[in-house]
């Protein structure tokens, strides 16, 4: 990447663009409902935004489809309708608009606009201003749905091309209507060792939405085991734009139930004429001329295999054929990846076995891949180095901070001015791009299907390593200072971080990244270990008939009758999920191997810098663990290697907790759907909206409930101190999910429930008393629950325990010689601007609604020192998560005379 904010200086905010018009009138609106881009709607209010683009591929690109996301003030449109992109040229281009988020009030806060963006030559720039359509203006060329009726299957047709739902086994069809497409449906196959996994029969496309420029449709296919159990899910989405020779496949891959061994999720072509000779882009963006078959291959982040022979290199996933294009986009995940033609077929493997071993994909496992296809002479014409450039560098439209800022949709959110808090912004720009840069050092890590940079670190104790460790959100930091600078340097890698969270760190039924994801693999393992041993004292019960029920009461007997019950209640989100028969059983005794590990490693005490395998050492030197038959770390955890790959001195890394109590599974300690939220309010893209509905459903129905329950318990208890920050970040999680489901067709149910969960976590944080608090940590993330609770209820009991907490720590947590806050409460008084960037939020927005001397001094204090420079990415985001939304309520605040 190069430098943040390198048009202007490197960490020099951009300056506003000159003419943006924010003028909304409020008019009625002329249309209800929901709204798809259709002729006829429209925003009932006048508006003008000032929209820019670069191409940044350096390439010459053709005409090309963008959307980008819109925030409004508060009050303003209701509706979305046709708008218009006058250019500065004098140019008019028809666009679509489409609601994506409401106010409380039901008016728009986000709405999405869609366009054809022009033809652009290599480094060339687009500006002009959007505003509602005026009459007259309709866009060109065809876009006709049939609907599936009598046999006929769903059909989408231009003048380019014909698409059609394929039926069955086969996903789609696609006819160039001019040349080019398929001779056979599109195929996809997820294979495992003992063969591929059935489709459960229905799977057929639907229309997810139809607008005037694009159709999306969606289509899910569950596949099921030989035993008839759906494991793993597809979801493929297709886009085509009118008038455009393009279709836009996102295919999903989720695990649904238990660990399986992929040997190859691949995408099947079979090419109409695609002629001899293949275009292939290469590593160095020189196009390799192939004839006839071929087989490449990314088999490690800088390893080529090129027909059996390993290279350096990376595979860029550009295939040209005569009439057909091929445009593989990565986001993140550069291996394992395999483009294999064999004749007419062209086969797209998204996790090709390698060297004969498979990956081992675990529940909760999501990913991703997006293609896209060019159809007939359009395909023929592009150079495919140039489409390689723009897929790595797309066009990102866009409007400037300004309106970002005042729309007031993200709060007080400070626009980055010239020549204001200069130190904050340099340093923010500096630590985003040594944050990427310790991205890129380390490949093996950051990349491929299931790393990113969640691995053990033996001096912490914990997965506090990585270049990308995805606490406090990072993406939320880059996405804000996106929207605060207009610097699309930031929007790339914050979009590519969000993608990261929605298939990586957001299991498929909502649970959120868990920081200890690594290191809870070793319990998890020995606690199935232990499981088994416990399930053999069960089997061995004379009572033992081998039913579910039995084992319930079998556990009343062996502990006590409320362990059952609890077991049970462990065991019920699985039974909803599908375990049923045998899978339920040995789900349950994993759960009460999990208890036993749970018991005797309250006792765990190791010195600094012990790694995993200490870890398991010291449970197999414990006699319980011992009689429940984990005994040998090395040979016991032999068959987890073969699994997963890896060793004990080169641990694999992993971002979904697999411990067997759900429960225990993504804990309340973080949320990173922030990020997911507001990368799909400024892209629209519904595999992101899907991700964080799922990641708000569980927080309400799974997170919450248990949270509030044992620190409830632990509250009342008396005595230690509360950690706090599990109930503040479920609150932040569920009020943003829940601004992208208020007021939204079909998500009333959800709204309801989460704002109601919401209202608990408040309950139960304005009973809290401050002196319980365990850290600063957990102090400023109750204060950012708090404060977005005010921002969108005033609720005075709310309003008073964020007063209270803000004033009792700024008063006795602060260290006026170190400048910035203690960590903990009580105990260690070390001191990090870390926990000043978690406070300062909530000292802002509690001044700003009731001066305190006290608390203004060391808000004061703390921001003129808070800037500093980080490269590891947990740090950064909790320095400046909350630094843009404090400066918009500091430049309201009046001066303090001294």
Known sequence: MAGIGSRSGRGAPVPPLAGLLL???????AGGGDDGGRPGRDLGASFEVAVSGEERSGADQPATPAAFGLPFPAGEPAAAGPLELELEDGRVLPAAGRVLARWPDGSVRWLLAELIAPALPAGGALAGTLRPRRDGLLPTGELTVQPAAAGAPLTVRTEALEFRDAGGNGLFELDGRLGGGLTAPAAATVSTPVGDLRVVPGGAFAVEHEGELSVTLLRRDDLEDAGGRAVARLTTRATIWRGQPLVRIRHTLDVLAGSLEVTSWRLELPLAAPGPTARLVDADGSVELIPGDFDRRQIGPDTLRRDGVDAPGRLPGVVGFAGTLLELRSFWQLHPDAIVRSGDLLRLDLCPEVDGRGRTLDEGFGRTRELWLTVGPAADAREPEAVAAAAAAPLLLHADASWYCRSGALGPLGEALPGDNTALEEKLAQSTDLVLWRRDLDPAHNYGLADWGDFYDGENGISYSGALQQEYDPAWVVLLQFLRTGDVDYLQPGLELAWHYADVDIAWYGGCFQHRATSNRVRSHIARICGAGRRAEWEAWPDYDGTLENAFAWLA??????????????????????????????????????????????????????????????????PRIQALGFTDPDSQFADFFARYGGSWTDFPSFHVDDLPIPQFRHEGGHQLVEGVVLAHLLTGAPRLRDAALACGRHLAEEVVPW????????????????????VGWPLIGLLRVLEICENMPGEADLATELEAAARDCVDFLVTVPVDRYESTIHAGVALEGLVAWDRRTADPTARAALHDLARTWAANQYDWANHAFRYKANGPTETYKGMSGLMVLGLACS????????????????????????????????????????????????PISP
Not at 23 to 29: E, R
């Open 23 to 29: 003028a909304l009138a409020a008019c009625g609106p």
């Open 557 to 622: 007997t062996a502990y006590f009758p409320e362990f059952a019950d609890r077991m049970r209640s462990y065991l019920a989100p699985e039974q909803s999920r599908g375990a049923a028969g045998g899978e339920a059983i040995e789900r349950l005794f994993a759960m009460v191997g999990q208890y036993e590990v749970d018991k005797v490693g309250e006792n765990l005490d190791l010195p600094a810098g012990s790694g995993l395998r200490d870890v398991a050492v010291w449970y197999a030197a414990q």
């Open 707 to 726: 949270t509030l329950q044992t620190q409830t318990a632990l509250r009342d208890g008396g005595g230690d101190p509360l950690h706090v920050r599990e």
């Open 847 to 894: 001044e700003s609604l009731e001066h305190d001397p006290g608390l203004r001094a060391v808000l004061d204090d703390a921001w003129a020192n808070l800037p500093g420079q980080s490269s590891y990415a947990k740090a950064y985001a909790m320095l400046y998560r909350g630094a843009g939304r404090a400066l918009g309520y500091l430049r309201d605040l009046p």
